[in-house]
């Protein structure tokens, strides 16, 4: 089981292998893939810093206890009906996410991430809309 919190839920979606440094590019790769490749993975949905942020590197502030990342993982929860401490599988939240979310909701919910202007987000939602799951990272 993952642990993850509310705006990983998107920052999957959009993955294309980029990342803040070598380590947190390949933790979340192996997360990414582990997913991709089993969509019943069990995810447990937690309020603050996930398996993902713990790959984080430390470069001064922590971008992960910031409070506009909290509001960003309790919008994207509420957007998609989801609650702290829940457990479902992967392929549920795709679900989730076929049901109440649309590409252009990055361009609100995420409007001050700075991975928001590379689009890639906006295409694996749509991805996930039409069906097709997550896109291999290569």
């Given at each position: 089981m993952y642990r993850l919190r509310g705006h990983h839920l998107f920052c999957l979606l959009g993955y294309r292998g980029m990342?803040?440094?070598?380590?947190?590019?390949?933790?979340?790769?192996?997360?990414?893939?582990?997913?991709?490749?089993?969509?019943?993975?069990?995810?447990?949905?937690?309020?603050?810093?996930?398996q993902l942020c713990e790959k984080y590197p430390n470069s001064g502030e922590y971008h992960c206890q910031n409070n506009s990342i909290y509001e960003r993982d309790a919008t994207i929860l509420e957007k998609m009906d989801l609650k702290i401490g829940q457990i479902l599988y992967w392929e549920?939240?795709?679900?989730?996410?076929?049901?109440?979310?649309?590409?252009?909701?990055?361009?609100?919910?995420?409007?001050?991430?700075s991975w928001r202007t590379y689009g890639v987000c906006e295409e694996g939602?749509?991805?996930?809309?039409?069906?097709?799951?997550?896109?291999e990272v290569k």
């Amino acid at each position: 089981m993952y642990r993850l919190r509310g705006h990983h839920l998107f920052c999957l979606l959009g993955y294309r292998g980029m990342g803040y440094s070598q380590e947190y590019v390949e933790n979340m790769t192996r997360l990414h893939q582990t997913l991709r490749n089993n969509p019943k993975t069990w995810i447990q949905l937690v309020k603050g810093p996930d398996q993902l942020c713990e790959k984080y590197p430390n470069s001064g502030e922590y971008h992960c206890q910031n409070n506009s990342i909290y509001e960003r993982d309790a919008t994207i929860l509420e957007k998609m009906d989801l609650k702290i401490g829940q457990i479902l599988y992967w392929e549920d939240i795709e679900t989730l996410i076929r049901k109440h979310v649309t590409p252009s909701d990055i361009q609100l919910v995420c409007e001050t991430c700075s991975w928001r202007t590379y689009g890639v987000c906006e295409e694996g939602i749509q991805e996930i809309l039409e069906g097709k799951g997550l896109r291999e990272v290569k």
